[in-house]
């Protein structure tokens, strides 16, 4: 019989990362969970078992993630799913946010999977296997939200570094892809989920009026299923070449789309500019 695959999945105590560990332990997967407490996703899931950890981890602090992954491998003896899911909405201008905002958000959205990522490597490296997803969002495609500007930008590291990450590994037989979600029913927009700025500033009435549609409108409201979100990351990790960009959700397609065909206008647009710098 084929051994049980294991997961490690980050920011796993709701949203995303609730659907898709209870899907994987329905499907006979083992799974590692991490979550900044563990009290409430024990109390969603049970105790540490042996197709189960719970592990409680601050993904900022490298120590504790090195600590995460050695207990994950004492527990399990290997992983074979990396899939970095943890990280928060920030909503607010680029001038209205103070740099501890943002240097906040890109701690949690970019160096948490980072160091996810630099621990993880040296197992799946010498097992020479291994997938690894790195849960990005369209606004890591597209950045023409208003009042979105931080969250974006970590969400464009993510993209490229995942570009980056999935060249390094592939002659390890390791997998690395971004994946761009459109809006997906949970409660990524709730309350003490999202951030909104400290310090608003009245007159970027776009961003206003960004914020108040997504904490009141968008939110409960969102075309996505995350079930079928999950079964997809399933699928995709049976691939034998998974792709590098993987978009979901038909929201998150248009945006691609439209952020394809005005990227193309603007490169020929202005293509005598641009090629005419050579000697």
Known sequence: METRKVWLVTGASK??????IK???QENYCVVATTRSAKSLIEEIG????????????LTDNSEVKAAVEKSMAHFGKIDVVVNNAGYGQIGTLEELSDEEARTNFDVNVFG???????VMPYLRKQKSGTIFNISSVGGLFGGFSGFGIYCATKFAVAGFTEALAE????????????YPGYFRTDFLANGSVKIPNLAIEEYEDARQSETAHLNSINGNQPNDPEKAADVLIAIS??????????????AYDMAKNKADLLNKDIEQWKSYTLSTGF
């Open 113 to 119: 999977s980072l160091n996810v990522i630099r621990n």
């Open 168 to 179: 390094e590994v592939k002659a390890f037989g390791v997998s690395a892809t971004v994946v």
């Open 23 to 25: 899907k994987l332990l």
């Open 15 to 20: 949203g995303l990362g609730l659907t898709l």
């Open 238 to 251: 049976k691939e034998d070449t998974p792709p590098v960009h993987l978009v979901l959700g038909s929201d």
């Open 47 to 58: 105790n540490a078992s042996g197709v189960f950890l719970p592990i409680e981890v601050n």
